[in-house]
């Protein structure tokens, strides 16, 4: 079945340390997008990638960096400048063509200790 | 102005009631409006959507009313069911890549 994969579900974190999120989809999307998620506040972008080596800052991209090296993947890492990082991640991706629709993963929650 | 505001932050609704959200938004380029329900440690699923050249689009239970100018749009739930609660986003697309959401309402229905 086709759709989008994001591992770990769980990670825990030492101040300090940086970390990386795996994102993976197999529906051939051109775009992708980290999206962080706390508690009343929303979804709020962090990066997004329309190509292949290509991507942009989101609303809140400091603390976070991402590469886009394959068609498939989007990983995030989530560096020790980040101050908050305690929170529940959220990878997705869309088609290039007007379709509108985000197709979301089920989400990593990073704790930081 | 890049936001969605989104009301009410929580319901709660008696079975077989209906629930209603509303969201509001000032950019006139926004060209596409899902909502997108989200059940507790899972990513959200697109529900329903509309684009602004149509008032109202209905799927099954679910509607949304689209009211361009008052730059406001809604989802209702009709015979609302206990399974039906969940977080619930509404959002919003200008015309490029990128989404803006709302902060969502956690809805409840009681059985």
């Known amino acids: 079945d086709g759709g989008i994969t994001q591992s770990p579900k769980y990670l825990f974190r030492k101040e300090g340390q940086n970390v990386t999120l795996s994102c993976e989809q197999n529906l051939n999307h051109d775009a992708m997008y980290w999206y962080r998620q706390d508690p009343g506040q929303g979804l709020r972008l962090i990066y997004y990638?329309?190509?292949?080596?290509?991507?942009q800052k989101g609303d809140i991209a400091e603390g976070y960096s991402v590469s886009r090296e394959k068609k498939e993947s989007f990983p995030l890492t989530v560096t020790s400048a980040q101050k908050n990082p305690t929170a529940f991640y959220l990878c997705a991706s869309t088609r290039a063509e007007d379709t509108g629709e985000l197709f979301f993963g089920e989400g990593s929650r990073l704790t930081v200790l | 102005q890049q936001q969605v505001k989104q009301s009410p932050q929580s319901l709660i609704v008696q079975k077989g009631g209906i629930s209603i959200i509303n969201c509001a938004y000032e950019?006139?380029?926004?060209?596409?409006f899902p909502w997108y329900q989200q059940f507790p440690g899972k990513g959200p699923a697109l529900l329903i959507a509309?684009?602004?050249?149509?008032s109202e689009k209905k799927e099954g239970r679910f509607t949304i009313s689209f009211n361009k100018s008052a730059k406001q749009f809604s989802l209702h739930i009709m015979d609302s069911q206990p399974g039906d609660s969940a977080t619930y986003f509404c959002?919003?697309?200008?015309?490029?890549?990128?989404?803006?959401f709302g902060t969502g309402t956690r809805l409840k229905v009681l059985a």
């Open positions: 950019n006139t380029a926004f060209d596409y």
């Open positions: 990638s329309q190509i292949v080596n290509d991507f």
């Open positions: 509309i684009r602004p050249d149509v």
């Open positions: 959002a919003a697309r200008p015309g490029t890549y990128k989404y803006i």
